[in-house]
């Protein structure tokens, strides 16, 4: 398990197989996941990233999210302990939200 950050280049996409006449093995693609850092009671999954965007679910303690491999640029929030724009696309509850990244530990699995 590898912990993520936030970075100028995708380094998700230079990571993918290469094609070389023959399909592309989708299974070596790392696949990523979120859960709240220790001491965080929930982290709100919100429609975009905004902090008063629709909020629609929490990840609560001991829950994790199936996210993207890479962060995204959105508007600034404060919240566990700081500042940051970047936050992680999660699918929750079969919809697909995002996440403010200073609140959650995020893993490549």
């Given at each position: 398990?590898?912990?993520?950050?936030?970075?100028?280049?995708?380094?998700?996409?230079?990571?993918?197989?290469?094609?070389?006449?023959?399909?592309?093995?989708?299974?070596?693609?790392?696949?990523?996941?979120?859960?709240?850092?220790?001491?965080?009671?929930?982290?709100?999954?919100?429609?975009?990233?905004?902090?008063?965007?629709?909020?629609?679910?929490?990840?609560?303690?001991?829950?994790?999210?199936a996210a993207?491999?890479?962060?995204?640029?959105?508007?600034?929030?404060?919240?566990?302990?700081?500042?940051?724009?970047?936050?992680?696309?999660?699918?929750?509850?079969?919809?697909?939200?995002?996440?403010?990244?200073?609140?959650?530990?995020?893993?490549?699995?």
């Amino acid at each position: 398990m590898m912990a993520l950050a936030p970075s100028s280049a995708s380094a998700a996409s230079s990571a993918a197989p290469t094609p070389t006449g023959h399909s592309v093995d989708r299974s070596a693609v790392p696949a990523c996941y979120v859960t709240p850092k220790a001491g965080v009671s929930g982290v709100n999954v919100r429609l975009r990233t905004n902090a008063g965007s629709t909020r629609l679910g929490i990840i609560q303690p001991g829950q994790r999210a199936a996210a993207s491999c890479e962060a995204t640029s959105g508007s600034s929030y404060t919240a566990c302990g700081g500042t940051s724009s970047w936050w992680i696309q999660v699918q929750w509850d079969g919809r697909t939200g995002y996440v403010a990244q200073l609140c959650v530990d995020w893993y490549e699995a």
